[in-house]
């Protein structure tokens, strides 16, 4: 065993690890991630809005309530969740022009300001003209909702690094106004952002303009078709989701921040699919994605299971000294205490089951999520205890409570060897320290 995990780790550091380490360094995945991450108060708000005004049986039983609530709580989710791009675009675009060393102000003016040039300001609908229904007819001077949701996210994660990427070439090239040492800051930064904003608005109006040329239209139609919309295809699928799953917990064993990493890379594509969840779940549609942002309630059982495993089955005292410090935080899907205080990464004996158990856990719940039917739709904050987390992410389907029930079970069992294993070797030590 030994022998095979210097092997693997030998291999790891030669080929894995370089990439891992560029992937959390590299500033634009950084942004990126900052982006996905900076909304995620918009969508908890968005998302308890959608519960509150989708109370299930409520329509039955209190309709007068029901219709109360929808007519009061759902136009916060418009102007939360539908233009949920704009917020990615000043969450990322305030993390990128910090890497990049220009005011985070500009950074978010230029970035918004060139979301803004590509995004067309008509759209064709019905409207009502006196008194009578005109078919698909074209509304100007309206920013169309649609570009600003879920089909918008790549696109604005797009303008923002490309605009702030310009703006900062320019100013650190010295292509600024300078104004004298006596003009106060708040006069002189503005003059110096005024070329690289133009070199940046100049260049997406120049897009704008290209891509009008072309089949698509828009610069969300082009983004969606070429990259939104393959890349969803890509991450729905739950082998991809297991591949991520088993990179993070191989990074993590050799002590690097794997979930860091792997989101990076998920993150952005399971925010788009749940916000295309939301949205037709608002409008009373068929969920077209399975594995979202909120599909991660399902795997956060994997630790707890062990934790749990490490209490009822320590005999050692560290074993036990661990436990009870590990098991609150892990009822609230805190689980530094455990990882840290064992401590995982390089403990050879923890080795197997860190790597495949939350594996074999993530197979089963989604097993039971397709068997149920159980499929989160909203984003449940990431505190909330198990099964009342299952409970209302998936809006209160009741067999979402089996589902963290079952892989607790699953966890527990293929766990129990393995902490007898190392509470025996905790056993042997403190034997050798008392003689």
């Not at 008194?131 to 909702?145: E, F, H, L, M, R």
């Not at 805190?334 to 158990?357: D, R, S, Y």
């Not at 719940?365 to 397709?370: K, N």
């Amino acid at each position: 065993m030994n022998n095979f995990m210097k092997k693997l780790e030998k291999f790891l550091n030669k080929h894995l690890m370089p990439v891992a380490d560029a992937i959390n360094s590299n500033k634009v995945m950084t942004a990126i991630k900052d982006g996905m991450m900076g909304t995620l108060p918009i969508t908890l708000f968005a998302s308890i809005i959608l519960i509150l005004t989708n109370f299930p049986f409520l329509d039955k039983y209190a309709p007068a309530t029901d219709l109360w609530l929808k007519t009061k709580l759902i136009p916060a989710y418009p102007v939360t969740m539908g233009i949920l791009a704009v917020f990615i675009i000043f969450a990322a675009a305030n993390s990128y022009a910090k890497l990049k060393k220009i005011e985070p102000l500009f950074g978010i003016i230029v970035a918004f300001a060139s979301f803004l040039i590509v995004t067309p300001l008509s759209t064709v609908t019905d409207v009502v003209v006196d008194g009578q229904i005109v078919k698909n007819a074209v509304v100007s001077g309206v920013i169309p909702t649609a570009n600003l949701g879920a089909n918008g996210v790549f696109t604005a994660l797009f303008v923002t690094v490309i605009s702030i990427s310009i703006y900062a070439y320019l100013q650190h090239k010295n292509f600024v106004i300078k104004m004298p040492e006596s003009v106060p800051d708040n006069v002189a930064k503005p003059f110096l952002s005024v070329i690289p904003l133009v070199g940046s608005l100049s260049f997406f109006l120049l897009v704008r303009n290209l891509i009008e040329l072309t089949s698509f239209g828009t610069l969300q139609n082009a983004v969606y078709t070429i990259l939104t919309k393959p890349l969803l295809g890509f991450g729905n699928n739950i082998w991809v989701f297991l591949f991520l799953l088993f990179l993070a917990q191989i990074l993590w064993f050799f002590g690097i921040h794997g979930t860091n990493v792997t989101l990076s890379i998920w993150q952005p594509i399971a925010t788009v699919a749940m916000v295309a969840n939301l949205d037709a779940f608002n409008a009373g549609q068929p969920l077209p994605y399975l594995l979202t942002d909120a599909f991660t309630v399902y795997t956060g059982q994997a630790k707890l299971s062990e934790i749990v495993a490490l209490v009822a089955l320590g005999k050692s005292k560290q074993a036990k000294a661990i436990g009870k410090v590990a098991l609150i935080p892990a009822l609230f899907n805190i689980h530094e205490p455990f990882v840290f205080g064992l401590p995982v990464m390089f403990n050879t004996t923890l080795f197997i089951p860190w790597i495949f158990v939350e594996l074999i856990q993530t197979g089963v719940a989604y097993g039971l999520m397709l068997l149920t039917g159980a499929v989160p739709i909203i984003q449940a904050p990431w505190t909330t205890p198990p099964i009342l987390q299952q409970l209302i992410a998936t809006n209160f389907n009741p067999w979402s409570a089996l589902i963290p029930i079952a892989t607790f079970t699953v966890g527990f069992v293929l766990w129990a060897p393995f902490i007898k294993l190392l509470d025996k070797q905790y056993l042997e030590q403190e034997k050798e320290e008392i003689a």
